[in-house]
């Protein structure tokens, strides 16, 4: 979430006329207000161009009324700029369901193309398989004195039957412009899919709230250097929507993914970027939960309990370590906008995913966008806590991430409610016995946050241990209930991200490291299990 707007700030003053009244949203769930826009503007839409054509005449004879809408001369530029002029650009990658064998290459065009298509090989000059591609496009309605009308256009495919352990390369394309052209030899990106059986080591990277800024810039740099298998990000990806309440009256700027997914492609091009859903990401114009356009620029592993309504829960295994992403716009009491749009069936595959995956794996890493327990500007979500704390606990997780706090927070093992175990800098900790660590990787890029007044920042280096923290948790009526703490460990103000390396083998540990932007380190913990 934007620190400009706080949480229990009156901020409708602020906001632009988007076509219904802020309070009236506030109201409203985001079903009820995607469909009351909807129709507003396409009716606003029909009007307005039934009255272009009847001024030029064209209607002439003709009752005005509701009229299909007109291609916007995007929609059209096909049939007057050769696929030689159009620019792919903001490569993204995914796994699929199984990263062994799958990956999804997704890219995006400035203007609608003919017959898109990916070149993948062995090598950069053997481009030799060609798989077709998706087109999906994404309309933005103009806003009068707001925004121009705005579509984008973007790729995907899906890469099946992959080979383990094996390094691909592979060239995006479409009519008019061939990937595997020594022209474009040097836009040749590369991928390599999980290995067979688990690796003795491998290393992934993960953070939220991220932006286009050049703090996430330089963020993304630094994580490519670590090599990363894949990245996960938390949530609030590009904060085109940048009030982030999930309603209709949001300022909302759909180029700023343009922007976003030129940004990323430097690291996104070879590593699985893997998202999940924050309050930033509920865009309402495009579906009633706010998840279109999501679907519209992100093929993700589609595993989850409905890949369709909600793109942001999935799971997937690599090496020896079961990750589980969660949509928490569906159990924040804070934003409470898309709450319960699941009617339970989130939670419910979340329990049965978590059993099944402690039965296979060493490790359980969950990741999400509302905190969990946090001290600082948003702090701790007591909707998350109420619905999947007891899952966590029942199936022993490992890790928990987090984004929302634009902050690093670190907490001790914590065994219902309290601290179960201290973890210091350094130490060890096993969750079969201590509780689970929670961290709080929110400093992706986008503005930073604080933390509560005279609490200062205690990370590697400068520890700066404390008894307590005096914060609160969100409760059920969206009330701020006070709560003393005596779990956080490490606090760090400033951009950085997570870096994890997991390790296999007779004794498996996850060597678990927070560094800072100028690639310090920060924090440095180790999970173990049964020691």
Known sequence: MDPTMDPGMDSDAHLPDFGIPPRLARRMSMAEQHEYLRTKLTRRRALVTAGALAGGGL???????????????????????????????????????????????SWQVPLAVKKPYIRVGPAPWDLSRKIDAELRDLHTPGLTGVRLALDQYYLHAALDGLRPGT????????????????????KVGSFRTAPATAPAKFVFTAFGDQGVTPDALANDKLILGRHPAFHLHAGDICYADVTGHGEKSDSYDPGAWDLFLKQTESVAKSVPWMVT???????????????????????????????????????????????????????SYEIPANKGYTAGRQTAWLDKRLGELRRSVDFVVVFFHHCTYSTSSHASDGGV???????????????????????????????????????????STDPTRDGIVYVTAGGAGRSLYSFPVGVKDSYEGKVADRESVDTFQWTKSQDQ?????????????????LSVEAESGAAPRLKVSALAQSGKRIDYFEVRRGV
């Not at 792919?88 to 062994?100: S, V």
């Not at 966590?392 to 997780?397: D, L, P, W």
């Open 277 to 331: 859903t924050g309050n930033h990401d509920m865009e309402a114009w495009y579906s009633p939960n706010g998840y279109g356009g999501q679907s519209a620029r992100w093929t993700l592993p589609g595993n989850g309990f409905d890949a369709r309504n909600a793109p942001g829960a999935y799971s997937f295994t690599y090496g020896n370590v079961g990750i589980v992403a969660l949509d928490a716009n569906d159990v």
């Open 481 to 497: 209930q006070a709560e003393t703490v005596e779990w956080s460990r490490v606090r760090y103000t400033g951009y950085s991200f």
């Open 385 to 427: 806590r109420d619905a999947w704390l007891t899952l966590f606990t029942k199936h022993q997780v490992d890790l928990v991430i987090n984004g929302h706090n634009h902050v690093y927070e670190r907490t001790d093992a914590i065994k219902g409610g309290k601290v179960g175990r201290p973890v210091p800098v350094g130490a």
């Open 167 to 186: 390094t691909y390369y592979y060239g995006v394309g479409h009519e008019g412009l061939d990937p595997a052209s020594k022209e474009r030899r040097s």
């Open 59 to 105: 209607l002439a004879g003709c009752a005005s009324g509701t009229t299909s809408d007109a291609k916007s001369p995007s929609a059209t530029a096909t049939g007057l700029v050769h696929g030689s002029a159009i620019t792919p650009f903001g490569r993204h990658l995914a796994f699929g369901a199984d990263p062994k064998t799958q990956m999804r290459i």
